[in-house]
Every structure is written in structure tokens, then in C-alpha cells.
């Protein structure tokens, strides 16, 4: 597989595995795993949040499972408060994907359930961030991903 650069800071990426089943070390999650294009985005975005934006790298997690009746979702990131209480979703796309509105549409479906205040939709090259206000039902783009502070 050929991995892309990305319009994100490198990191030190922990490879193992054959070149037809590529691995790659997923911190947060604390094992190796599959090294696809959305997961190469992932562990990037990963690093900038918590080095270069400062989240704690402890309320970050991967592929956080969620359900509606028998149908099963799994969210790509979820950013928790202190109180465990979910603050942004992430959602990660390969870097030849297009971030279009069926994207949006797909992040918007978990926020049904977690009901966060930031959505964030990146294919690595591309990164959308929108806050978004319930008492007023409105939602606003940011111009870039928020600093941790920020969201305090």
C-alpha cells in the first residue's frame, strides 16, 4: 500500500506487518491494526490533536461503538469531557474520498445519539469543523479545529 502525505504534522508511525497486510500502532487503542487509508488519516489526526492542539490523549477514543435498536454504528473518534460526557465526534475518511454531504449526513446520524458539540469530518488533506448550538439550532464552520482550550 502506498501511503499519502497528508495536510497534517508527521508523527513516528509504528509499522509492522507484510505489504499485503500493512499494520500500524493505533495509541490509543493500544495495538497494532490494520493500515488502510482512512487509518493512516486517523493516526495523524490522532497526533495533531494531542500534540499540536493539546487534547489529552486519555479522553480520546477510537472506534467507539454505539447502537440504535439492532442496527450497530461505530463512531471513528469521540473527544469525552472530564465527566465522560462526549464533546466532538471525528470522522475520518480516506484521502481519496470527497468529504460531501453524505459524509456530513453519516457524522450527523451518531450526533443524533451523543448530541456533541463539535462534528469534525477529514480525509487528511481536507479538514471541516462545526460547532454546533442547540438552543439556537444552528451549526457554524469553524476555520480550523479548536485548541483543547478552546472547548473548555
Not at 499485503?20 to 490494520?34: G, M, N, T
Not at 450527523?108 to 439550532?137: E, F, K, M, P, W
Amino acid at each position: 500500500m502506498t501511503l499519502c502525505e497528508l495536510n497534517l504534522p508527521p508523527f513516528d508511525a509504528r509499522l509492522r506487518g507484510t505489504q499485503q497486510k500493512p499494520e500500524i500502532f493505533d495509541f490509543l487503542r493500544r495495538r497494532y491494526v490494520a493500515l488502510t487509508p482512512e487509518e493512516w488519516v486517523r493516526q495523524h489526526f490522532a497526533h495533531f490533536l494531542i500534540e499540536q492542539k493539546g487534547y489529552p490523549k486519555g479522553l480520546l477514543s477510537n472506534e467507539v461503538e454505539l447502537r440504535i435498536g439492532d442496527k450497530r454504528l461505530r463512531c471513528d473518534t469521540v473527544l469525552y469531557n472530564l465527566a465522560a460526557q462526549p464533546r466532538m465526534i471525528i470522522e475520518y475518511k480516506a484521502p481519496t474520498v470527497r468529504i460531501t454531504q453524505r459524509v456530513i449526513d453519516q457524522i450527523s446520524a451518531y450526533n443524533l445519539l451523543l448530541r456533541v458539540d463539535y462534528l469534525v469530518v477529514t480525509n487528511g488533506l481536507q479538514h471541516n469543523c462545526c460547532r454546533i448550538d442547540y438552543d439556537r439550532n444552528v451549526y457554524e464552520f469553524l476555520p480550523d479545529i479548536p485548541d483543547y482550550s478552546a472547548l473548555l
